[in-house]
């Protein structure tokens, strides 16, 4: 059963992997409306995934005997620059995800939440792979610049992620 700090940071965790879905989704409607359709795609295999943590995170608490406690979720934005700058902002996004699982895992060992600490390596591990993902991508565009022809290609690139195929 989670320590109470635990526990109440793990019901903030829920919250802020809903947000992540819900940031992704926006994410995926602009790159729509910009007629970027394998971003749109990559993009909402991101929200399905925040989605999946969340729950993860949820069930969690529920088989550990303790309150979930559902706080409302924050309207993203719903305008981006550029699909650089929508890469950009899922990068600095994850980058605040990465920082409140690992503030998680430290109150865990602090707590000796054994249990906690085990589901958590699993968030560690994941955020890893979420920020080298979408820094690959970063570096992709940049490398290719303004060039319409690279950005199609990435495009299409996009479009062939299979649900649950990770970042890339």
Same mark, same amino acid.
């Given at each position: 059963?989670?320590?109470?700090?635990?526990?109440?940071?793990?019901?903030?965790?829920?919250?802020?992997?809903?947000?992540?879905?819900?940031?992704?989704?926006?994410?995926?409607?602009?790159?729509?409306?910009?007629?970027?359709?394998?971003?749109?795609?990559?993009?909402?295999?991101?929200?399905?995934?925040?989605?999946?943590?969340?729950?993860?995170?949820?069930?969690?608490?529920?088989?550990?005997?303790?309150?979930?406690? !559902?706080? #409302?979720?924050?309207?993203? =934005?719903?305008?981006? +620059?550029?699909? /650089?700058?929508?890469?950009?902002?899922? $990068? *600095?996004?994850?980058?605040?995800?990465?920082?409140?699982?690992?503030?998680?895992?430290?109150?865990?060992?602090?707590?000796?939440?054994?249990?906690?600490?085990?589901?958590?390596?699993?968030?560690?591990?994941?955020?890893?792979?979420?920020?080298?993902?979408?820094?690959? !991508?970063? #570096?992709?565009?940049?490398? =290719?610049?303004?060039? +319409?022809?690279? /950005?199609?290609?990435?495009?299409?690139? $996009? *479009?062939?992620?299979?649900?649950?195929?990770?970042?890339?």
């Amino acid at each position: 059963m989670p320590a109470k700090g635990v526990a109440k940071g793990i019901n903030d965790q829920v919250q802020k992997e809903f947000y992540a879905a819900y940031l992704y989704l926006a994410m995926s409607a602009y790159c729509d409306s910009e007629n970027l359709p394998g971003f749109a795609h990559w993009l909402r295999m991101q929200y399905e995934e925040e989605l999946t943590h969340a729950l993860r995170l949820f069930d969690f608490l529920l088989e550990a005997g303790e309150k979930v406690e !559902l706080k #409302a979720i924050d309207k993203p =934005a719903l305008k981006f +620059g550029s699909p /650089l700058d929508v890469l950009k902002a899922s $990068l *600095a996004h994850e980058k605040k995800v990465t920082a409140s699982i690992n503030g998680l895992y430290e109150m865990a060992l602090e707590e000796k939440n054994y249990p906690a600490q085990i589901m958590l390596q699993w968030f560690v591990n994941e955020q890893v792979e979420e920020e080298r993902s979408v820094g690959d !991508l970063i #570096a992709q565009m940049e490398l =290719a610049g303004d060039s +319409g022809p690279a /950005l199609l290609m990435m495009d299409r690139q $996009l *479009a062939g992620r299979a649900p649950g195929g990770g970042g890339e």
